[in-house]
């Protein structure tokens, strides 16, 4: 089966740091990516972990433990403009011939709302 | 570099009609993946096209069904229109190489079943 846990909201301050978490049990695993949604609008991609680590980016940090099932995003600096909803997605590699052909797999997001 | 398109943005529907919704890949992608997203929850992956085939499908009815064009573009056709079909519809590309390749969204289209 599958399944992807994440908070179903949260809260910071302008400035601050937050960090979002994400478990999953998924029956086949080939990377996480963390997407992040804006109301009304499409996902856009921010990180993508497959090894067992920390990657950086900017203001934004992924994590990722494999052996846990277990990452998270980090994001510093907060901004007005980081109130979205943040998706971890598990690129599942259940395909019948080619590992191409992968579907992502969804939690159902994390809405966070920064106050100034 | 045109990122991915969808059409229409907006959709109302009623409950029993037929609709269509298009979508064209970012430039250099060969597939193309369907998710829905219902409010409030995570996109839930209908099904991916590649070559112009269904290669992966996820747990959606019969009434979903797609088409690829031979210049990447993709179709989605939902049947038998259901209230509980309305939600977001996301078109997403990427490559089948290299494997790591992230997906790509569109902007969606909104549709509302009545």
């Known amino acids: 089966g599958q399944n992807i846990d994440q908070p179903t909201e949260m809260t910071a301050t302008e400035g601050a740091i937050v960090q979002i978490n994400c478990t999953y049990q998924?029956?086949?695993?080939?990377?996480l990516f963390w997407y992040q949604q804006h109301a009304g609008e499409a996902p856009t991609f921010l990180s993508y972990?497959?090894?067992?680590g920390l990657e950086e980016k900017g203001r934004f940090s992924s994590f990722l433990s494999r052996s846990k099932g277990y990452s998270y995003l980090l994001l510093k600096e907060l901004q007005m403009k980081d109130s979205a909803s943040y998706l971890c997605?598990?690129?599942?590699?259940?395909?019948?011939?080619?590992?191409?052909?992968?579907?992502?797999?969804f939690g159902t997001g994390t809405r966070l709302l920064v106050s100034p | 570099d045109a990122g991915v398109t969808q059409s229409p943005t907006h959709l109302i529907k009623t409950r029993g009609q037929q609709v269509t919704l298009r979508c064209s890949p970012k430039?250099?992608?060969?597939?193309v993946s369907w998710y829905q997203q219902a409010l409030g929850q995570g996109p839930q992956f209908i099904f991916q096209?590649?070559?112009?085939?269904?290669?992966q499908r996820g747990n959606f009815p019969d009434r979903f069904s797609g088409h690829q064009f031979p210049n990447y573009s993709s179709e989605l056709n939902v049947n038998a229109l259901l209230l509980g079909d309305s939600a977001l519809y996301l078109c997403?590309?990427?490559?089948?190489?290299?494997?790591?390749?992230?997906?790509?969204f569109g902007p969606g289209t909104r549709l509302t079943v009545t």
């Open positions: 997403a590309s990427s490559s089948v190489e290299p494997v790591e390749g992230e997906q790509y």
């Open positions: 998924t029956s086949g695993f080939n990377g």
């Open positions: 972990n497959v090894l067992d």
């Open positions: 997605a598990v690129r599942d590699p259940t395909s019948r011939q080619n590992t191409g052909f992968q579907k992502l797999v």
């Open positions: 430039s250099g992608h060969d597939t």
């Open positions: 096209y590649y070559e112009e085939e269904e290669r």
